[in-house]
């Protein structure tokens, strides 16, 4: 059974930083692609990151330079560090881990509300 639960939301002030976890369980961790999504109130939820299995990263335009992936795969968990947090990101953010078959695991979401 494949369980996904992300850590680390909270309150910043703007200008701050945050680092988010997602833990993986039920797969073979190091061969799976990661994301990162996030959903405002009122907003689709959006693509913030991927991180491949071979570590190549991928940010969308509004996080570029500030929000970095990573992965640990001896700890099956995948990081977000995000800094020079806005208001606009406030959002919960999600990780989802999108397997070859088609199926999609999502976690539970971490708020994270930065305030300006």
């Known amino acids: 059974q494949v369980q996904v639960v992300e850590s680390g939301g909270g309150l910043v002030q703007a200008g701050g930083s945050l680092r988010l976890s997602c833990a993986a369980s039920?797969?073979?961790?190091?061969?799976?692609?990661m994301n990162w999504y996030r959903q405002a109130p009122g907003k689709q939820r959006e693509l913030v990151g991927t991180?491949?299995?071979?570590?190549?990263?991928t940010y969308a335009d509004s996080v570029k330079g500030r929000f970095a992936i990573s992965r640990d795969n001896a700890k099956n968990t995948v990081y977000l560090q995000m800094n020079s947090l806005k208001p606009e990101d406030t959002a919960v953010y999600y990780c989802?881990?999108?397997?070859?078959?088609?199926?999609?695991?999502w976690g539970q979401g971490t708020q994270v509300t930065v305030s300006s």
């Open positions: 991180i491949t299995w071979g570590g190549t990263t």
């Open positions: 989802n881990v999108p397997r070859r078959n088609g199926a999609s695991y």
């Open positions: 039920g797969i073979i961790f190091s061969a799976e692609t």
